[in-house]
């Protein structure tokens, strides 16, 4: 039979590809190459040697065998167990007849026809098994190839991670970068708004020089008048002296004591509103302290008055005050309520002053302030008679840098720094009551807490 | 001589009569004194014809030194009294302003007494 050696030569090859044994199993894929070389040799022997038939016979059983015992005991030739059960009938009934053939011939001849019935089921069984191996190897493959075009997706999907996880880290780089810039911008503001609320202080108080002069002015000029007068008054006492008039003696000294305690209260006068600017100027004295209130509210009065009447000599208003005597000291940061007083006055000069060169000398400017103890707190009322606030900027004016007034001549923040004052410092209210052309009254509510 | 001081500072007036005391001993001058320009009016309705010299502080709360000179030129010109205006502030629209309204004379504060003791003796004289 020539299938013996057909079979060896497709197993040796098979074996050879399906394992790659060239490559991964270069020991093993020598003895594999000799067998199949080998079995080449066997084959045209068989084909031309007839004597020599029986004993390659003999020989590609044993090799058949051989192989198939490596092959299922082996380790390395698990992956190729089904071809070899594909073709273990085969290979058996052949070697049975073989057999049979050589201990009973005859037997053998008589049974000739159910041998190559056997034989011809084995090769079916081979066809068989080696159709479905194939179908499942195919199936395997197809897994494989899915799983390996998972295994692409999955390293797309990391490439596409990392990515992403860079293109985050620069994203969040970025953000901090700016939200440092703007930190440093923040800081920029608010130093600025230090700054402006700084010198809106200074301006307030360049507007206050002149009405301070003033107020220093009159308290010196008594000083300065009352000491010259009283050196006089001394000369003529001695005269008095010589003459022995000592009852006018007596009413000059009456006289000179109290000039004396006129220049100590002028001095005093003087020294307290000194005081008073310095307090104006300083910068952030949070302490609250407790505070007379109708003492400020006069004080600031005048020095408004003054400091307007500085720029306009000949401004001249009625100033009317209305205090309540039974007002408790509240406790609050004295100089920033001064500035919000001040600040208000100043406006209320201002618009009787713009009232008056509409209006003419028919006209009267007034401002009044009034305070009142009022359920939990103390309310300060300041009303001019000028030109008003019209109803479109009456929401406004509150804003900071919002004015009226020509450039250069206002800030923009009084307003807008005394609404933080009443309300922010002190948990206050600030509210406005105005008719155009006719008055605007602000009503400052104090809680005394 | 009959004088009127009108200020709204209440203490200038010890240093008035103190300046003066032997003027006022002999009977040279006499001095009344009103706190603002309404009450200087008020105090005019009454003795116009008595008051030779008014000296008025310009800068007062209420009605001006300046209010008060116009309203004397207008009301008792025929009295022909003597105004002397007086101001904290010595600049020149105040000084330009009271003498366009009919000031005789400008004084500044502090004010100088033995110069207005002199002016006053000048009317005095000429009167």
């Known amino acids: 039979m020539n299938f013996d050696y057909i079979l060896l030569l497709i197993v040796f090859s098979y074996l050879r590809r399906a394992l790659q044994s060239k490559i991964l199993l270069p020991k093993i894929d020598k003895y594999l190459a000799i067998g199949f070389w080998f079995s080449i040799v066997l084959l045209i022997a068989g084909f031309f040697l007839k004597f020599t038939k029986e004993i390659n016979a003999w020989i590609a059983h044993a090799m058949l065998f051989t192989l198939i015992y490596f092959c299922l005991t082996q380790k390395e030739f698990k992956s190729v167990k089904s071809f070899i059960y594909s073709i273990l009938p085969f290979v058996v009934v052949n070697f049975i007849e073989d057999c049979i053939e050589l201990i009973n011939s005859p037997f053998h001849d008589e049974w000739n026809n159910y041998f190559d019935t056997a034989i011809f089921f084995s090769i079916v069984w081979f066809f068989a098994m080696f159709f479905i191996t194939r179908k499942q190897r195919k199936e395997m493959e197809k897994e494989q190839l899915k799983a390996i075009e998972f295994e692409k997706e999955f390293q797309q999907s990391e490439i596409l991670k990392a990515k992403l996880e860079t293109q985050v880290a620069e994203r969040t780089a970025e953000i901090l970068g700016q939200k440092e810039k703007l930190q440093k911008a923040l800081d920029k503001l608010k130093t600025t708004q230090v700054q402006l609320i700084q010198s809106e202080k200074m301006a307030s108080l360049g507007e206050l020089t002149a009405g301070i002069a003033h107020e220093i002015q009159n308290p010196l000029n008594f000083v300065n008048n009352f000491s010259e007068v009283s050196s006089e008054l001394l000369d003529e006492m001695n005269e008095e002296i010589v003459k022995g008039d000592f009852e006018e003696v007596k009413n000059i000294a009456i006289d000179l004591k109290k000039n004396l305690e006129k220049i100590n209260f002028h001095g005093k006068r003087a020294d307290s509103i000194v005081k008073g600017m310095l307090q104006h100027s300083r910068i952030g004295n949070n302490v609250k302290e407790p505070t007379n209130i109708n003492k400020l509210a006069d004080e600031y009065l005048r020095l408004a008055y003054h400091g307007f009447r500085a720029k306009d000599k000949s401004f001249n208003a009625d100033l009317v005050t209305d205090f309540d005597e039974n007002l408790p000291k509240i406790n609050v940061l004295t100089q920033e309520i001064g500035r919000v007083l001040l600040n208000l006055f100043t406006n209320a000069f201002y618009a009787t002053h713009q009232k008056q060169k509409k209006s003419g000398e028919t006209y009267k400017p007034m401002v009044s302030v009034k305070t009142e103890l009022k359920g939990k707190g103390i309310e300060i009322t300041v009303k001019d008679n000028g030109i008003g606030i019209p109803e479109a900027i009456k929401d406004k004016i509150m804003q900071p840098f919002f004015t009226t007034k020509p450039t250069g001549e206002g800030t923009g923040l009084g307003l807008s720094l005394s609404y933080d004052i009443i309300v922010k410092a002190h948990g206050g209210t600030i509210t406005i009551d105005s008719r155009e052309n006719d008055y605007t009254v602000f009503t400052i509510f104090l809680p005394t807490e | ?127």
């Open chain 2, 1 to 127: 001589m009959k004088i009127l001081v009108v200020d709204d500072e209440a203490d200038i007036q010890p240093l008035f009569l103190q300046h003066f005391r032997k003027e006022l001993r002999h009977h040279d001058f006499e001095f009344d004194f009103a706190l603002s320009g309404e009450e200087a009016l008020e105090y005019l309705k009454g003795n116009s014809l008595e008051v030779v010299l008014i000296l008025s502080d310009i800068n007062m709360p209420g009605m001006s030194g300046i209010d008060l000179l116009s309203k004397i030129r207008q009301d008792y010109n025929y009295l022909s009294p003597v105004v002397m205006m007086i101001t904290a502030y010595g600049d020149e629209e105040n000084y330009k302003q009271a003498m366009e309204k009919g000031a005789d004379d400008f004084l500044t504060k502090p004010l100088d007494f033995n110069l207005l003791k002199e002016k006053l003796k000048k009317v005095m004289n000429n009167g």
